[in-house]
């Protein structure tokens, strides 16, 4: 089973006080027990250090470094899944729609992912089976 993992999730994960924490805790937990392949993209990484680093601080992004990146198989965006990330974004005309959502459904799209560990409704948008 291959599974993308969006920004949410990992933050909800690292983030005892998240409200979606507990949960995350648990599918994180399943996805690794199942030996899932989790996948997500440099910017969902770009993004979710940021946060995480914002947020969360450096002992944070450490332990999201150190422990979760390992685990998981990185898709980078190239040229073509930026234009039509960026397409997708002025299309769209949605300010809450991002170019990372947008490049994320696009690399699920190329590689036939079906299912998101996400916390995000805009994944449910794009038909995508959501976890949790």
Not at 85 to 110: N, P, Q, Y
């Amino acid at each position: 089973m291959r599974v993308f993992v969006d920004t949410s999730a990992f933050f909800a994960v690292l983030d005892a006080d998240d409200r979606n924490h507990d949960e995350a805790k648990r599918v994180w937990q399943d996805l690794l027990t199942q030996e899932a392949v989790l996948v997500c993209s440099n910017y969902v990484l770009v993004e979710t250090l940021a946060l995480v680093q914002h947020g969360l601080g450096i002992p944070a992004v450490r332990t999201f470094q150190e422990d979760i990146v390992p685990v998981l198989n990185i898709e980078w965006v190239d040229e073509s899944v930026h234009r039509v990330g960026i397409a997708s974004v002025l299309a769209a005309a949605r300010k809450g729609l991002s170019l990372v959502d947008c490049t994320s459904f696009e690399i699920m799209r190329r590689l036939g992912i079906k299912m998101a560990f996400t916390f995000d409704r805009h994944f449910e948008e794009q038909g995508v089976q959501c976890l949790p």
